[in-house]
């Protein structure tokens, strides 16, 4: 979503060709064969543990030695939060200076009020959705790649910045429509199952009563 605002900023005239239902689809499709194919290696590296009270899985050491999981954690991490976070951050920043820039050069015209508050409003979505993707997937990257390395992480922390990916998963949505006034507008249409748009019948009758 980013990368399609980046480029709607700085490529407006193939925007159209980029950022199509078509690519988004092929994306999409890509994204998940490789982690299907990619993760499918825990069918085959993990086992039933039994301890007589509880019964887990857990790493099949006999399949793959400690430093594979070491290795897995780091470049898992780093696909899943590190790279993305630097991704973000450098595409919104660039979008947001991309902003500032207009409003700056167009501060003379007529559209200025107008083209002020789209860049503070989308400067300040960018920059919510950005931090706290960050906040929120960081520490649990650094907290679970400290455990696989044999650091001591007590287990209150461990489950704490768990628990702050799954909100990461969960608070997207609400964190549009809160700083987004029409993503806000569209949740509550889809809410209420009320279409605004008139169509050309409503429209028709509409003028019918009235003219009658």
Known sequence: MTFEKAVAIFFPLRAKDVCSVKVAKIVCGVII????IFEAQ???IVKTVDDGKTVACWYDYEKADEKYFENYALFNSCVYSFIPCLLVLIFNISIIAKLMYAKLSNSSDSSHNTLSKVAYNT???????SIMFLVLTTPFAVVWILTELKYSVNSVVYTATELLVY???SINAALYCLVAPKFRKEALRLILCHDQKVGPEKTNSTNTDTNG
């Open 42 to 44: 825990w069918l085959f």
């Open 123 to 129: 400067s300040i979505m960018l920059l919510s959705v």
């Open 33 to 36: 064969c490789f982690w299907f």
């Open 167 to 169: 909100t990461n998963h």
